[in-house]
């Protein structure tokens, strides 16, 4: 409920699950049937960097303005969006102006004045419905979608410190109301010990098709401080695993400082 979004808006992460999702949302777009798009952790929908805690904290020179400047080729569709969509899109804003007349949205979130802003954001807008309520219960009342196809993209604050064991179980959820959902699940990395311990609970919890994408900026050692992030994604797209290493190499060249341990992975936790 303290989050604020626009502290981060436009950093390395939202970078990287920017770009992803444009791929993800563009793959199962390959199929003419209508879609949801499902964001659980909306957050305001958009977020201007020049002014107030974007202004403050300065992580988006570090993110996107170093995307601006001729993009490499596999994130010039996501820069380009960023360019026309004026002040910086959070997911749904994105996602947004990615759907086909056949496709909806909806959007979810708790905190008073980020809900408040994104109802303005999408004020009349016939494809996107607003919610007022709780990420984890929407899961189970939003789902299953009538359009049978659903892209679900989960994004806490991880604030608390149960995160990845509720993360964990709203997936579980999630899968098992709509088994053939794309799940795609945004977890910070700082050291690496959370999330193999999450990774391991996937494992073992019975889903199937599970891919782990990864950048890090420098190796995973301290707890204090933000050091990657990964994108976990069930039920991923044809060509997923194939294409994802060209978007994070793309984003470590620009990103990337040459600090120790800075890499990517793309990792398939759970087969088929």
């Known amino acids: ?52 805690p974007a202004e403050r904290t300065g992580e988006w020179r570090a993110g996107i303005a170093r995307l601006l400047d001729h993009p ?30 056949q496709d909806r949205m909806a959007c979810c979130e708790l905190h008073p004045e980020e809900h408040a802003a994104l109802r303005r954001a999408f004020a009349r807008d016939h494809q996107v419905a607003v919610h007022h309520r709780d990420a984890w219960e929407a899961l189970g009342a939003l789902l299953p979608a009538p359009e049978k196809r659903a892209l679900v993209l989960i994004d806490p604050p991880y604030e608390a410190t149960d995160e990845f064991e509720r993360l964990a179980a709203g997936l579980r959820t999630a899968l098992r109301r709509m088994p053939n959902a794309v799940v795609a699940a945004w977890y910070p990395i700082k050291h690496r010990a959370p999330v193999r311990a999450f990774h391991i609970a996937l494992r073992e919890c019975g889903l199937r098709d599970v891919v782990a994408a990864e950048l890090w900026l420098r190796a995973p050692l301290d707890a204090a401080r933000l050091n990657g992030c990964g994108l976990l994604v069930v039920n991923p797209p044809f060509g997923f695993v194939t294409e994802t290493p060209s978007i994070l190499d793309a984003l470590l060249g620009r990103l990337g400082a040459g600090e120790e341990g800075e890499g990517i992975g793309v990792e398939r936790l759970v087969d088929e």
């Open 72 to 101: 490499p080729a596999p994130l010039v569709e996501y820069v380009r969006l960023v360019e026309s969509l004026g002040l910086y899109p959070g997911s749904p804003v994105l996602l947004r102006a990615l759907l086909r007349p």
């Open 1 to 52: 409920m303290n989050y604020r979004h626009a502290f981060h808006a436009g950093n390395f992460a939202d970078c990287m699950k920017h770009a992803l999702l444009v791929w993800l949302l563009h793959a199962m777009q390959r199929k003419p049937a209508g879609l949801l798009v499902l964001d659980t952790h909306a957050g305001a929908g958009r977020y201007d960097l020049s002014a107030g």
